[in-house]
């Protein structure tokens, strides 16, 4: 995780949160399997996850064959490799499965929870110096890794989803993908970051469209190596065909605000699908734009995948982390307890891994790194594992995807440490496969005919009781009902469900809440009505007299920075309704939004604090005047007096 000020990154930060590598060299641990195992031929090295370690032998290549050490190779990615003398056979196992070798058989069995199968080998394995040597075609079906030679460098690169992967079921989710003919789906995801390395050996097949959004050119070198980190990940993840757009926001340690949301804006408008910001800055006026251009990111269908940051305090502090619509990532540590250094708070959506983890880094080579930096890239692989099996899914319902099939951590339920959980993908691919998650993706069309059914049992199940009841079937109760749905779906995050209600509540009969209600999401952009004008609607709320339609009405005209004329409806409301109970509910109403961490609910508190209304809240007119400022940037300087 590194951070931005309120002008620029400082140096100094970011240096705190460059992590180091393990390079001190080691004799393998097979109880410990890697990610990535790499034999350079032609210094005769071998490095785990980029530690230097002593292997049993060094590759070899006959005839255009390249054959790897066996005990090594599997041992590396967890086996168990014993060679019975007698038979001359070697056998290597892990769990459920069993693989037999013959050195001078070009063939292998494998045994699989009962099942046994024979494989051909291009050639047969060779015992060379007492050790075994396989060729290593056969190795990525053997061992379930894949394999990059590239006889170029003289490099043998081998890699499997490593054990951060496999937390969140990425290895289960790419062998369903596989199974549903759905692994040749492309999804791009975009890095937002200090560049990256795009030569590596593990990462040069992935990327497209690099962009330097300092310069404007094409250059993304890293410099300082977190891009290429943040890369790795996502491509240990996923399949080929997930690729990385890397956006450069960083020059010669320097950052600012303007940059990365010319980033963000960049990114979604070159076609990204999903966007991953491992970085974080002071939540000052400042900063505003970032936060308007992630919104706007999500607004236009690209989810934006952000890390807590790694300051052990509040996401609220910072930005982007403090966008509600973002997919905030907090860090566990391998245990799955909260990392150490990791930011909570309200928008924390899902925790992911973010100790000790494997992955390419600058210059080639392969290291450890902790950070919530490193737990965003895990979801943003999440995100677009699911959106190649769910093509068109919206911002909004992968959110919500994620948080349901998140494995529930720390306290029960939705907490500010852990979000919804650590986020696992092994039970979304049961539940998919039993048929019980469908696909989400439905046109406005499809989803309107679905509630158009929905209303429909519910009136005529209203209509018996009603006719037993009052003998008549009475409208305004009907409408009333479907405001209340409405108001569950709202809860739920189903926003055209919930305005689609209230249009047909008001068609019912007009009541002022669905008036209001239906303005205010027409108003922030979460429904679209068919029928009303926002003015309209708000001009029925009146007159039907419901006090949030006044605040409402105020809160559009600033939006057009109409604020003379909106502080004199905030004036006359306070004056009309100052403690009544419509006074108490909007307070209420506000100020749950204010704890959502919404620039509006800040406002209001302290636009009603200006007339002298008691909002029962302790904290002051400035308090919330401030925090409002990030996200109405233009806020008059007489706000913050008192009438």
């Not at 890697?34 to 006959?62: H, K, N, W, Y």
């Not at 949301?261 to 006026?285: C, M, P, W, Y």
């Not at 100020?591 to 509006?600: A, F, H, I, V």
């Amino acid at each position: 995780m590194w951070k931005v000020g309120s002008i620029s990154f400082a140096l100094c930060m970011l240096l705190l949160l460059l992590f180091p590598l393990k390079a001190d060299a080691a004799v393998l641990d097979s109880e410990l399997p890697a990610t990535f195992l790499e034999f350079d031929l032609d210094e005769s090295l071998c490095r785990l996850d980029g530690t230097l370690i002593q292997p049993d032998g060094m590759p070899l290549v006959e005839n255009g064959l390249l054959f790897l050490p066996l005990r090594t190779t599997a041992e590396a990615f967890g086996y168990k490799v014993t060679w019975d003398s007698i038979s001359g056979q070697a056998v290597v196992s892990s769990g459920m499965r069993t693989i037999s070798l013959t050195p001078g058989k070009e063939s292998a069995s494998v045994s699989e929870q009962g099942a046994s199968t024979v494989i051909s080998l291009a050639a047969a394995p060779k015992s060379v110096g007492g050790r075994i040597m396989v060729p290593s075609d056969c190795v990525p079906v053997l061992l379930d890794c894949q394999i990059r030679w590239d006889q170029s460098s003289e490099k043998c690169l081998l890699s499997t989803v490593g054990p951060g992967g496999q937390t969140i079921g990425a290895d289960k989710m790419i062998a369903y993908l596989a199974e549903s003919g759905k692994s040749d789906a492309g999804v791009t995801i975009a890095v937002i970051d200090t560049g990256v390395d795009i030569d590596h050996l593990y990462l040069k097949d992935r990327i497209v469209s690099p962009f330097n959004a300092v310069d404007g050119s094409d250059n993304v070198y890293d410099a300082v190596g977190h891009g290429t980190k943040v890369a790795g990940i996502i491509a240990n993840c996923t399949p080929e065909t997930v690729k990385i757009m890397p956006i450069k926001v960083d020059e010669k340690g320097g950052y600012d605000s303007a940059t990365i949301a010319k980033a963000v804006t960049h990114a979604f408008e070159s076609g990204a699908d999903i966007i991953n910001i491992s970085l974080t800055a002071s939540a000052d006026r400042d900063n505003f734009a970032v936060s308007e251009a992630v919104s706007a990111a999500i607004s236009a269908g690209c989810p934006v995948v952000v890390a807590a940051g790694n300051e052990r305090s509040d996401v609220l502090e910072y930005t982007p982390s403090n966008v509600g619509d973002a997919i905030v990532v907090s860090a566990v540590n391998q245990d799955e307890t909260l990392w150490l250094n990791s930011n909570y708070g309200s928008t924390v959506v899902v925790a992911a891994p973010g100790v000790g983890i494997a992955t390419t880094v600058a210059s080639g080579n392969y290291g450890i790194a902790d950070g919530t930096s490193m737990a965003a890239p895990y979801v943003s692989a999440a995100a677009a594992l699911i959106r190649m099996d769910i093509s068109g899914i919206t911002p909004a319902e992968l959110r919500n995807l994620l948080l349901d099939y998140s494995r529930d951590t720390g306290p029960l339920g939705w907490d500010p440490q852990y979000g919804g959980g650590i986020v696992d993908l092994s039970g979304y691919v049961t539940l998919r496969k039993e048929g019980l998650i469908g696909d989400l993706t439905k046109s406005a069309e499809e989803k309107a005919s679905i509630l158009d059914a929905q209303i429909e049992a519910l009136r005529k199940q209203k209509l018996e009781e009603h006719l037993r009841l009052y003998g008549i079937f009475w409208s305004p109760l009907f409408a009333a009902d479907l405001c209340n749905e409405s108001q569950n779906q709202y809860n739920q995050g189903d926003y055209f469900a919930a305005g689609y209600y209230l249009e047909k509540s008001i068609e019912f009969y007009p009541n002022g809440t669905a008036c209001n209600n239906l303005a205010y999401m027409a108003r922030r952009g979460e429904y679209f009505p068919r029928q009303y004008s926002i003015q309209w609607l708000l001009d029925q709320a009146e007159t039907l007299s419901s006090p949030h339609a006044y605040i409402n009405e105020a809160l559009l005209l600033a939006a057009k920075g109409e604020w003379d004329e909106a502080d004199q409806i905030v004036g006359d409301f306070c004056q009309q309704y100052m403690g009544s109970p419509g006074m108490s509910m909007v307070i209420q109403s506000w100020k749950s939004l204010s704890n959502q961490n919404d620039g509006e609910g800040d406002l209001v508190l302290g636009w009603l604090m200006r007339y002298h209304v008691d909002t029962g809240s302790p904290r002051s007119q400035e308090y919330y005047l401030d925090r409002a400022a990030k996200k109405y940037p233009y806020l008059p300087e007489w706000m913050r007096s008192a009438t």
